[in-house]
């Protein structure tokens, strides 16, 4: 394997096939972060591409958190490429395929639609960022609108959205509330019956599991909490150190088992 | 050339490079629009880094309509992607490679400063979102706060970032405005003095010469205006029909030259 682009995109996928194999039988989906891969070009992207594929074919969901957002046609095409199909000639082709993606609101309505128009035609999801893990997600998400913080409007609105592409009880059309902002997660939840809810920044970003509670519904459902770091580089943390580096696999097994754990206990209390 | 991801993406690297060879010599800068290649999945991608390339060796500067932001770690791995290198076994890559890329600033600082970091390094610059051209920009970016619209707040906020990688009189950090709103870009203009705007919409969307000037300030500098598909696609517009389809080069040629000739009848006005 040469010290290079493709050398290096090749590394991170039996790394990534690695702890697909170690984990798929204990979660529901995988959330790749597509600038890990897009940080390598072309390919890191064939990368991200085969992980995507890999995590299909063992059964797992794939939340491609892709963060996009454009104006109406450019949304179109990014609706296109990530979520649906492509004409050529006639003929269908698919560019990345994920199952469910993140995308912006930034740009309003016209920037989310045809997102939506692609998702009811392939069945398929979208978590839309409303209130950020980050910790200055609030210089403009909290900012004060006829006395409500921005992410509520834009929580309304995604609840408004969510309309247009129901499932049985909730809708297809979710919400990224940060794990780090609690009482942020009860009110949106609040706000949002219909809505999932993924909540990333449990684990390294410091999101607790007594904190997560309110994310979820009184059915125990609702929200799908999410530990990146915390789960694919769990040998490095002082805990699961005695796997060492070639444990990786294994210590990432380890820490989803914790994870489970530690949220089964939160819910018990 | 097959009718499939590889023939597509073939023919858009060939329609591009025709453009480009027709109007180098006419115009400062080119912005390709990433998701219209990313909708031919990696195939795509492969044209948009070519054209990225072929631009770039006809001495264009190249603004990359990327849209990206998150957190700040994976805002710096963006930021390592379209604008740095990657260091891979001591050694240093480059990904996508582009002059200046488009932001989203709904994440706030931490997920900006990344990408400014890298700009620094690099001598290469951002256009940050702040009124975008498409009829629903407002639903979010219009909301007062403090009895001014978001996009000021953002505005404000852009300049300020801007302090931080300044050129001799203008920032290397910009900020995007929409043409369609032209109001909006005489408030913006003075809100952000030493701040290049990037201003899409002119053409296809709507926008008008003799709207754009309060975009410039009293130099005559400060702003890049923007046309997509009224150059690339001129040849589908009625004024344009007597060049063919085989002749969509040099109907973009006529196009870039009536705009500029558009937009200088505006400015002796």
């Given at each position: 394997?040469?010290?290079?682009l ?11 096939k690695?702890?697909?194999?170690a ?7 995988v959330k ?9 070009g072309i390919?890191g992207m064939?990368t991200?591409v085969?992980t995507l594929?890999y995590a ?5 969901i794939?939340?491609?958190d892709?963060?996009r957002g454009d104006i109406?046609?450019t949304?179109a ?8 199909k ?17 995308v ?6 016209d920037?989310?639609?045809?997102f939506i128009?692609?998702c009811?035609?392939?069945?398929k999801?979208l978590f839309?960022l ?8 609030g210089e403009?998400q ?7 913080p921005l992410?509520?409007h834009v929580g309304?609105?995604v609840?408004?959205w ?5 499932g ?15 009482e942020v ?9 219909k809505?999932f809810?993924?909540v ?5 970003q410091g999101?607790k599991?007594?904190d ?9 459902l609702?929200?799908?909490?999410n530990s990146?770091?915390g ?6 943390l ?5 796997y ?10 380890q820490a ?7 949220l ?5 209390r």
């Amino acid at each position: 394997m040469g010290e290079n682009l493709s050398g290096a995109a090749e590394a991170i996928w039996q790394y990534n096939k690695c702890i697909i194999d170690a984990i798929y039988d204990l979660v529901p989906a995988v959330k790749p972060q597509i600038a890990m891969y897009e940080q390598f070009g072309i390919e890191g992207m064939k990368t991200y591409v085969k992980t995507l594929e890999y995590a299909k074919s063992k059964g797992l969901i794939v939340i491609g958190d892709v963060k996009r957002g454009d104006i109406g046609s450019t949304s179109a095409a990014y609706a296109t490429g990530h979520l649906g199909k492509v004409n050529i000639g006639g003929k269908q082709f698919r560019g990345f395929d994920e199952d469910f993606i993140t995308v912006n609101p930034y740009l309003g309505s016209d920037g989310i639609l045809p997102f939506i128009d692609v998702c009811k035609q392939e069945n398929k999801g979208l978590f839309i960022l409303v209130k950020t893990s980050n910790p200055s997600s609030g210089e403009f998400q909290d900012q004060l609108i006829n006395n409500r913080p921005l992410y509520e409007h834009v929580g309304k609105k995604v609840a408004e959205w969510g309309e247009l592409f129901m499932g049985h009880e909730y809708s297809y059309i979710g919400a990224v509330v940060g794990a780090t902002y609690p009482e942020v997660g009860k009110v949106l939840r609040e706000l949002m019956p219909k809505t999932f809810i993924l909540v990333p920044g449990y684990g390294a970003q410091g999101g607790k599991a007594e904190d997560l509670k309110h994310y979820f519904n009184d059915d125990g459902l609702g929200a799908i909490v999410n530990s990146s770091r915390g789960i694919i580089a769990a040998y490095k943390l002082p805990k699961y150190e005695a796997y060492g580096e070639t444990g990786y696999a294994d210590a990432s097994r380890q820490a989803v088992l914790d994870m489970r754990e530690d949220l089964k206990k939160a819910w018990s209390r």
